[in-house]
């Protein structure tokens, strides 16, 4: 069974710092493309970053280019996300996903994880 755990949110101000974590287990991990998701509050889910299984990155949105790095340890099944520079629009529950559907900007199929809170905020 496919089992994803976020961490590292938390409160930032703008401008400032952090770096998400995904703990993933129950499924061959070095195989596997991963995909870091967000939704804002009231704003549909929106794709970020994927990462392929060896670890080159495939895609960042536009929106956080530049500005986020996506990155993975297959030694210790884990995805990371470091962010630089964030904006009070980068305010959002950050999802780490394997083979993740999004259909109009809801969560359709694939393995999330519970998600963790971002707020950027002075």
């Known amino acids: 069974q496919v089992h994803l755990v976020e961490s590292g949110g938390g409160l930032v101000q703008p401008g400032g710092s952090l770096t998400l974590a995904c703990a993933a287990s129950?499924?061959?991990?070095?195989?596997?493309?991963m995909t870091w998701l967000r939704q804002a509050p009231g704003k549909a889910l929106e794709r970020i970053a994927d990462?392929?299984?060896?670890?080159?990155?495939?895609y960042y949105v536009d929106s956080v280019k530049g500005r986020f790095t996506v990155s993975r340890d297959n030694a210790k099944n884990m995805v990371y996300l470091q962010m630089k520079d964030l904006k009070p629009e980068d305010t959002a529950v950050y999802y780490c996903?394997?083979?993740?559907?999004?259909?109009?900007?809801?969560?359709?199929?694939?393995?999330w994880g519970q998600g963790t809170q971002v707020t950027v905020s002075a």
């Open positions: 990462i392929l299984s060896g670890g080159g990155s495939l």
């Open positions: 129950g499924f061959t991990f070095n195989n596997a493309d």
């Open positions: 996903a394997k083979d993740p559907t999004v259909i109009g900007g809801r969560r359709l199929g694939g393995s």
